[in-house]
């Protein structure tokens, strides 16, 4: 490993024991110049491992790769490595041979469901890139972003990760937040808790998210003059299935100072017809059919950082799942997919990458169903796209999974299918499955607007 990265990785390491206090420190005009150089310019490393099964960063593509027809948002993203098989399948009796490179949640996978979980892995790549305009807001971030109000306060950063040399875990979580990520999306998010017998419960929601924070027409001075109090993301979601919850809208917003600005929702009853503010939706209340994630659970962590102490526990070359375009094609039907215990294996597709490993406690005071979490982070993208959660008495008990796609629209990465596992009740909850839905995903189409998000446009929508 290069000389550079090693020492900033350990620098952040040990860094990260610490929650950040009242104001982060700024990296350093000479960490600065490694990214695009030594790093890549999101703060990855651009080199690959010592055995080259983690390849170089190439960013060779932007966008659709050449020759690939790709019609436009609200349809599938064509897989660009569909003609590949997988190198080895990790299994129940080969496990040992691969654990080191295994989160605690995939072992976990491993034992509860020994006959039949198992892992194909395929060949790495980094071949996708983000937009310069991206790019060069990552470079302003890193030189201006500062965290405050022990950590629940992100200034200074403007679309783009934060912190793409995070020194701290608070400054790890706020990248996890600060993804490039749609600017909106719409689209008709089928769910399904699949029980240990097969049998499914089934939810359905309207999903309309808008996404200020990542605005490509914004201007980064003036998003940065309204301060951090200013709204950053905005939600909606309009209920479909299960029937008896028919037309229950949440709709609010959230900044990045929840120490002065705290997430505001307002929650629409069908049966009264009345909007009433919900100032408890968030953290650990339950969501979605069967109640098996909570509501900062979405996208593995959403929310406030408040009620845990973020630490770096370090870095790690990981089987993750990665370039999950299987998982969207039309032509698998859920009754393909969801399998009894996991999804179906052969629709999985996992790579091995390097990820940072970051770790929330429960603070002393506070309380959450979670008292550990611990999120894997890719570093190449900054998504979380593990997680493993913990009950009180430090059992591991719940394991979730977000299944990544390149968006050729976004030109950035997409959280796809995502799969919360109970391993206490071997039932699991899969989420954001588009398969059976005349559409995929809509994504920066521009067509929503903050006005969107009101009680009064939650009334609306409901009558």
Excluded at 183 to 189: F, L, Q, S, T
Excluded at 232 to 241: E, P, V
Excluded at 380 to 387: L, R
Excluded at 424 to 434: N, Q
Aim: net charge neutral; glycine share 8%.
């Amino acid at each position: 490993m290069n000389t550079t990265i090693r020492h900033t990785i350990l620098r952040a390491v040990l860094l990260g024991a610490c929650v950040a206090a009242a104001t982060a420190e700024a990296a350093s005009v000479e960490d600065i110049k490694i990214l695009g150089t030594t790093l890549t310019p999101m703060g990855a490393e651009k080199e690959g491992n010592k055995d080259g099964s983690i390849p170089p960063y190439s960013g060779k593509w932007l966008g659709a790769p050449p020759g690939m027809n790709f019609s436009g948002t609200g349809k599938v993203h064509p897989d660009p490595y569909a003609s590949e098989k997988p190198l080895f399948t990790i299994t129940a009796q080969n496990l040992a041979q691969y654990a080191d490179r295994l989160s605690e949640g995939e072992k976990a996978l491993f034992k509860r469901y020994p006959a039949t979980f198992r892992m194909p892995v395929y060949p790495s790549h980094r071949d996708f890139r983000y937009p310069d305009k991206v790019l060069a807001n990552v470079k302003e971030n890193a030189q201006g972003a500062a965290v405050s109000n022990d950590g629940m306060t992100l200034s200074g950063a403007f679309a783009g990760p934060a912190f793409p040399l995070p020194k701290s875990g608070i400054e790890l979580f706020w990248n996890t937040q600060t993804v490039w990520r749609a600017n909106n999306e719409i689209a008709i998010y089928d769910q399904a808790v699949v029980y240990p017998d097969g049998n499914k419960a089934w939810g359905r929601t309207n999903y309309r998210m808008l996404a200020t924070f990542n605005s490509p027409t914004s201007d980064r001075k003036a998003v940065l003059d309204r301060g951090a109090g200013g709204p950053s993301n905005y939600f909606l979601t309009n209920t479909i299935l299960p029937e008896r919850d028919k037309g229950t809208i949440n709709v609010g917003f959230e900044t990045n100072d929840f120490a002065n600005h705290p997430r505001q929702t307002w929650s629409y009853n069908p049966g009264t017809r009345r909007v009433r503010q919900a100032p408890e939706f968030g953290f650990d209340q339950p969501f979605g059919p069967g109640g098996f994630h909570t509501v900062d659970e979405d996208r593995l962590f959403n929310g406030s950082p408040e009620r845990y102490d973020w630490k770096i526990i370090g870095k790690r070359e990981m089987y993750i799942p990665y370039h999950a375009n299987r998982l969207d094609d039309p032509a698998v039907k859920y009754n393909d997919m969801l399998a009894k215990g996991h999804l179906n294996p052969d629709l999985m597709r996992y790579e091995l990458h390097r990820v940072w490993v970051l770790e929330g406690r429960v603070k002393t005071g506070m309380r959450h169903l979670y008292a550990r979490r611990v999120m894997y982070v890719d570093e190449d993208s900054w998504n979380a796209v593990m997680a493993d959660h913990y009950d009180a008495r430090g059992e591991l008990w719940r394991v979730a999974m977000v299944n990544l796609v390149y968006a050729y629209e976004l030109q950035g990465y997409h959280a796809r299918v995502t799969v919360y596992h109970d391993l206490v009740s071997g039932a699991y909850m899969a989420d954001r499955l588009t398969n059976e839905q005349p559409k995929a995903a809509r994504i920066n189409t521009g067509e929503l607007k903050p006005s969107d998000y009101t009680p009064d446009a939650a009334r609306q929508s409901g009558l």
